[in-house]
């Protein structure tokens, strides 16, 4: 709208509800447009805090587990290995900044047989873990590799891709935070070529 009135020619800027401004060297206004984006509750920031906190996790381990055991699943359109991880382990995380139920969280997925008679002991600083050697069939191999997850905090894996053999049948592996009394964490299995996976195993010993 073109303003006729000369005593506030020069004026530019927001006033009020009317936003004024040159054209031409002629003073116009016009309405300053309403904002219809709805103010966040509380509820939903801190929603939004909880959900960037599980982000965090699981790009923590996107290199070490994300990456590796995702790289070849043919996702829908719009779907990575990121999302897919927050989404599988929606019920583990709880709503929750942590992962409040970690019998039930998920660090891999595939078709590789996880351990048969898998057992664990503490020994030292050092966890001792046992399983069958004999089983080996269309899903397994024996020269299929051991990895071990360990939590801590319900937040921080710590993700060890060892070199023993599912043929072996046992390995002791080193506890990165040894002065905790308990330790917990998750088993899987990867094939030779580091392409198939098995789905993982809660441990707590």
Same mark, same amino acid.
């Given at each position: 709208?073109?303003?006729?009135?000369?005593?506030?020619?020069?004026?530019?800027?927001?006033? @009020?509800?009317?936003?004024?401004?040159?054209?031409? @060297?002629?003073?116009?206004?016009?309405?300053?447009?309403?904002?219809?984006?709805?103010?966040?509750?509380?509820?939903?920031?801190?929603?939004?805090?909880?959900?960037?906190?599980?982000?965090?996790?699981?790009?923590?381990?996107?290199?070490?587990?994300?990456?590796?055991?995702?790289?070849?699943?043919?996702?829908?359109?719009?779907?990575?290995?990121?999302?897919?991880?927050?989404?599988?382990?929606?019920?583990? &995380?709880?709503?929750?900044?942590?992962?409040?139920?970690?019998?039930?969280?998920?660090?891999?997925? @595939?078709?590789?047989?996880?351990?048969?008679?898998?057992?664990?002991?503490?020994?030292?600083?050092?966890?001792?873990?046992?399983?069958?050697?004999?089983?080996?069939?269309?899903?397994?191999?024996?020269?299929?590799?051991?990895?071990?997850? &360990?939590?801590?905090?319900?937040?921080?894996?710590?993700?060890?891709? +060892?070199?023993?053999?599912?043929?072996?049948?046992?390995?002791?592996?080193?506890?990165?935070?040894?002065?905790? +009394?308990?330790?917990?964490?998750?088993?899987?299995?990867?094939?030779?070529?580091?392409?198939?996976?098995?789905?993982?195993?809660?441990?707590?010993?």
């Amino acid at each position: 709208m073109r303003v006729k009135n000369n005593n506030i020619n020069g004026l530019t800027g927001i006033v @009020g509800k009317l936003c004024f401004y040159e054209v031409k @060297g002629q003073l116009v206004c016009r309405g300053v447009p309403l904002s219809n984006k709805a103010k966040a509750s509380a509820a939903q920031i801190a929603y939004r805090k909880v959900f960037a906190s599980q982000v965090g996790i699981a790009q923590s381990v996107k290199s070490t587990l994300l990456h590796r055991v995702w790289r070849y699943t043919d996702f829908p359109l719009g779907v990575n290995s990121q999302n897919h991880f927050l989404k599988i382990n929606k019920g583990a &995380f709880g709503r929750t900044d942590r992962i409040k139920y970690p019998q039930l969280f998920i660090v891999s997925e @595939g078709e590789l047989n996880p351990a048969l008679n898998f057992e664990i002991r503490r020994d030292g600083n050092t966890e001792v873990m046992q399983w069958d050697p004999a089983d080996q069939n269309s899903q397994s191999s024996p020269d299929d590799r051991l990895n071990v997850v &360990f939590l801590y905090n319900e937040k921080e894996l710590k993700v060890i891709k +060892t070199d023993v053999f599912r043929s072996a049948g046992i390995a002791r592996i080193a506890i990165p935070v040894p002065d905790l +009394t308990q330790q917990e964490g998750y088993v899987f299995w990867s094939s030779f070529d580091d392409k198939r996976f098995s789905p993982s195993v809660y441990w707590k010993g």
